[in-house]
């Protein structure tokens, strides 16, 4: 949601910060606007649309500096526009800014720089910390005057900025929205995440809520609101600058799809011990005694996140015999839940920087419940934040859409399961089968994966029809909502999801001839009431796509398309039936010519409430 880059350093200033926006742009990516300083002072160029559009306007111009903030834009407050870009100025553009989070009592500000005759160019929140910089800085050191500005500011904020009366500066400032610093050779590299860092150093500094950084080429200082010195550590990253690259596919998405049979090994790998059929989760183990005393499990989070927990919740019920419920993070922490020390919340994000989960951790934590993360981006907010837990090692998640980090989370999740488990009744030959099962994971994805062809062929014969309902029952019940999910955000077709067995209850009613549905309906224990689903819905003159286990000949008579998945354990089923639609929301969004990686009004990283 919104990407800042900064730099400082002995390079010109501008490549880099290009550069870096595009790297952030799957955050934002209505607008983008870069601000240098040089011996004139500050120059700006800001455009609506994507960074190319920006690289456009500045055409062949060379923009000398060194020292420079960019940002591309989700928007928020004010309409994706020229004007709306960052970064926003002062009266007298001696002051840039770019902002990523809400400041929810601009408007207040605002009036009071009015009075004060501030002139205001844009519609946004974020451009009242220009002013107030402007304003204070008249009566005070710079840097104080930036304290002053963030006592006042209510809201969130990353916040990076540059002054040309102290042109050797960047000051940063973090409440909220996450911000991280590569430390290069005489070189700082500022950004909202590590994507930007990675081609420049390994060596960062995570930033935390409250801290404010004044950074010139010699060094850095790191204090609070108030002034007094704060002591960070430096963090080696292991993402690499391939990892965030395409590799030789159309898109990052079909990459990271087809990145699947790896990732997975990648979050199973030495977190097992097979012939204890037991889990073994190093960042776990600080815990293992509040664990064994849990009386109950809330997993939270948003979106494709909050479906793996979904799953989550049918597999420790079912083999941790642990109540469990799942809850969208941004309803959790609005709700009066009723949670305690013998509660465990666990935040799944692949991004850990969601607002509104890690909200809901923050208000868990308030009432004593044990936090646990399932988290992708190593050093996030929300992996810091939380008492312990799983990184899915996913590597860097580029395309909107969530794939790779889904399938981990549903692995991690199973090993979760199992330790949760092997703790309660679970016996140890059950814990020695799932756990056999989930190591050949890998290999059947890679079967799913080979048949490729066949899911475009089905995308072929359904990319013209604008209704789909996904179907799915028990463990597929939440992946018939992914299926879904992925179907809306990629393509803007209609596309719902349902538990099968409510389509009796009203949805059946839609069913004709133009409305086609995605059933997910292996063999498993559900297998004949699903089977009956579909059905119903062939008497009704439906067309069904189904997905099922290999070798299920009575599919082929009923369904229209048959995709088969590789047999396996019904609680991991739906690590393969989320692969074939995946493929198939991927291949719909290609044949319909919609841009993939980054689909309209989205974002990767939500980081506003
Ligand atoms: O970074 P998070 O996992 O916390 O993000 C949560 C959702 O915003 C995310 O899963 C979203 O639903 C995906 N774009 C779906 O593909």
């Keep these: 949601m919104c990407g800042i880059v900064g730099y400082i350093g002995q390079k010109k200033a501008c490549p880099i910060l290009i550069e870096g926006l595009r790297q952030l742009e799957y955050r934002g990516y209505d607008s983008a606007g870069i601000s240098v300083i040089n011996e004139n002072g500050i120059f700006t160029a800001k455009s609506a649309g994507r960074v190319q559009e920006l690289e456009n306007k500045i055409g062949e111009k060379e923009v000398f500096g060194e020292v420079g903030i960019a940002h591309t834009r989700w928007a928020t407050h004010g309409k994706p526009s020229d004007k709306n870009s960052h970064p926003h100025g002062d009266c007298k553009n001696n002051i840039s800014v770019v902002h990523n989070g809400i400041i929810e009592n601009y408007r207040e500000l605002k009036d009071f720089l009015i009075k004060k005759k501030h002139k205001f160019s844009s519609e946004t929140d974020s451009e009242v910390v220009a002013h107030l910089l402007e304003e204070f800085s008249k009566k005070m050191d710079f840097k104080l005057a930036v304290f002053e500005a963030l006592k006042l500011i209510k809201g969130t904020y990353g916040l990076a900025i540059i002054n040309s009366r102290e042109p050797e500066k960047i000051i940063v400032a973090r409440n909220g929205s996450p911000l991280v610093m590569g430390i290069g050779d005489g070189e700082y590299i500022i950004a909202s995440d590590t994507s930007a860092i990675v081609r420049h150093t390994d060596k960062v500094i995570y930033f935390d809520d409250g801290e404010v950084a004044e950074i010139t080429r010699d060094g850095f200082n790191v204090t609070n609101i108030r002034n007094k010195n704060i002591k960070k550590s430096i963090t080696t990253l292991d993402w690499t600058v391939e990892k ?146 799983v990184y899915t090692h996913s590597g860097p998640e580029i395309a909107v859409a969530s794939t790779k980090a889904f399938t981990s989370q549903l692995a991690v999740m199973t090993l979760i399961t199992v330790l949760f488990g092997r703790q309660r009744q679970m016996s140890l030959v059950t814990g020695q089968r799932i756990i056999r099962e989930l190591d050949q994971i890998p290999a059947k994805i890679k079967k799913i994966l080979s048949d490729n062809k066949e899911i475009l062929k089905v995308a072929k014969k359904y990319h013209q029809y604008e209704n789909f309902a996904y179907l799915g029952r028990k463990y597929n019940h939440p992946i018939a909502f992914e299926g879904a999910i992925k179907l809306k955000e990629l393509t803007y077709i209609h596309a719902e999801g349902f538990a099968s067995g409510e389509m009796k209850h009203g949805p059946i009613a839609m069913i004709d001839g133009n409305f086609p549905c995605v059933f997910v309906a292996p063999r498993d224990s559900v297998y ?80 506003v409430e």
Excluded: W
Aim: proline residues 3%; neutral net charge.
């Design 244 to 389: 965030s690259q395409k590799g030789g596919f159309d898109h990052f998405m079909l990459k990271e799809i087809f990145e699947q049979p790896e990732t997975i090994f990648n979050s199973i790998r030495g977190r097992y011990i097979s012939t204890e059929g037991n889990a073994k989760l190093g960042g776990m183990e600080g815990v293992i005694d509040r664990i064994r005393k849990v009386e109950k499990i809330v997993i939270v989070g948003c979106g494709t996140a909050r479906l793996a927990g979904m799953v989550g919740e049918y597999m420790l019920e079912e083999y941790a015999g642990i109540p469990t419920e799942v809850d969208y993070a941004h309803e959790f922490r609005y709700r009066k839940s009723v949670i305690d020390e013998k509660t465990a919340l666990i935040a799944i994000s692949q991004s850990g920087e969601t607002a509104d989960t890690l909200a809901a951790v923050r208000e868990a934590k308030e009432k004593g419940a044990l936090t646990l993360g399932i988290v992708n981006v190593v050093g996030s907010t929300i992996a810091r934040e939380t008492d312990a837990g």
């Design 528 to 607: 004949e009431k699903n089977f009956s689903g579909i059905q119903e819905i062939k008497a009704r003159g439906g067309k069904v796509i189904a997905i099922a286990t290999v070798g299920d000949k009575e599919m082929a008579k009923v369904a229209d398309d048959v995709i088969y998945i590789p047999k396996t354990l019904e609680m991991l089923t739906p690590i393969l039936a989320a692969i074939p639609l995946q493929l198939f929301a991927y291949h719909m969004a290609v044949l319909n010519k919609k841009d993939v990686d980054k689909p309209r009004n989205l974002a990767k990283s939500v980081t």
